[in-house]
């Protein structure tokens, strides 16, 4: 079992930049993938940006590309997801999940454990 706390949401303007933490408890971190996902009103969750156990791969979906960075800290447990130049299109509510599987790249249904989400909303 793995819990996960996400942190580091809020509110801001385009153009700008935010930090998403997930802490990590009740397992070994390092024997799982993490990813962060989003749902934005209405739509379906979709992935955003993946990490490999190792933090060796990494994975982003075409929309994030160049502009979120997706890393860990295996020592303190958390993972990271840097946003830069936000567009009102990244407005959602963002997931950070683990899977025990192998590399599973952006594929959401192999993500066995969920956060609570965080709030993530930029204004135009």
């Known amino acids: 079992q793995v819990q996960l706390v996400e942190s580091g949401g809020g509110l801001v303007q385009s153009g700008g930049s935010l930090r998403l933490s997930c802490a990590a408890s009740?397992?070994?971190?390092?024997?799982?993938?993490m990813g962060w996902f989003r749902q934005a009103a209405g739509k379906e969750r979709e992935s955003v940006a993946t990490i490999t156990r190792s933090g060796s791969r990494t994975f982003y979906a075409d929309s994030v590309k160049g502009r979120f960075t997706i890393s860990r800290d295996n020592a303190k447990n958390t993972v990271f997801l840097q946003m830069n130049s936000l567009k009102p299109e990244d407005t959602a509510v963002y997931y950070c999940?683990?899977?025990?599987?192998?590399?599973?790249?952006?594929?959401?249904?192999?993500?066995?454990?969920w956060g609570q989400g965080t709030q993530v909303t930029v204004a135009s």
């Open positions: 999940a683990a899977t025990s599987a192998g590399v599973v790249g952006l594929s959401t249904g192999r993500y066995t454990y």
């Open positions: 009740g397992s070994i971190f390092s024997n799982y993938g």
